[in-house]
């Protein structure tokens, strides 16, 4: 069987700290439906107004935690986005409370990355999101399903654990010889792919279990530490 959770089996611990940051409120949310189209997502259901707040309070949040506890042993924060719309209004405005306080930006700016887009739903696309748990319920009998024409749990898996491994060797490319400082990553995504990538940092084989994790809320940043 072929390895879907590439943190399982690393050489040595992730030299940088990494945050899952799930988007704020978004139009979506408000309407109840599913949004996992990039063709439409990328576009369109941005944030509300109170997504917008959730923002920049959890930026505010965040900075303020980071000046008390980390600026001395850390070069800056990374921040790393799925291009979808209300991914990038979320990641834009943390960032923004970042700079009020002057901490560093790993290129300056939020890095878009669609691997951490949302996992796409099918043809439950556009409907109701009542229809989550529909999903829900197969992927703990099989994480690889495609039922509904949904991603599979593991291929987010998948996906999002390749992503963890090159941004923590990239980052650790950027630091310098003289000050070796981690990075704070921070990885702004969605509901479905944020819990996956728990189970990831938490070492389960497959993501069957994704729905048992305490979930993020809209505009909740967790840290992520790999087990063992």
Not at 104 to 119: A, I, S
Not at 210 to 220: D, F, G, K, M, V
Request: proline share 2%; with cysteine; hydrophobic share 35%.
């Amino acid at each position: 069987m072929s390895t879907v959770n590439h943190l399982l089996h690393r050489s040595s611990p992730l030299s940088n700290s990494f945050y899952a940051l799930r988007h704020g409120q978004s139009l979506a949310n408000v309407a109840r439906i599913i949004s996992s189209d990039p063709a439409i997502s990328t576009v369109e259901h941005g944030l509300s107004h109170v997504g917008k707040e959730q923002a920049k309070l959890a930026g505010e949040t965040f900075a303020s935690d980071y000046l008390k506890s980390a600026s001395q042993h850390c070069q800056g924060v990374a921040i790393f986005t799925s291009d979808f719309r209300r991914a990038r209004e979320t990641a834009s405005l943390f960032a923004d409370e970042l700079r009020k306080k002057e901490i560093t930006l790993y290129n300056e700016d939020v890095v878009l990355e669609t691997r951490l887009r949302e996992r796409f739903f099918g043809e439950l696309n556009g409907g109701p999101d009542t229809r989550y748990q529909d999903v829900w319920d197969i992927d703990v009998k099989d994480p690889n399903h495609n039922e509904f024409g949904v991603e599979s749990a593991n291929s987010v898996l998948e996906r999002t654990t390749n992503l963890i491994n090159e941004l923590d060797a990239m980052l650790c490319h950027s630091m310098s010889e003289d000050i070796p400082l981690m990075w704070k990553c921070v990885v702004v995504a969605h509901g479905d792919v944020l819990q996956i990538l728990q189970t990831a940092f938490l070492k389960h084989e497959d993501a069957s279990r994704h729905r048992s994790l305490n979930q993020l809320e809209t505009a909740t940043i967790r840290e992520l530490r790999l087990d063992g």
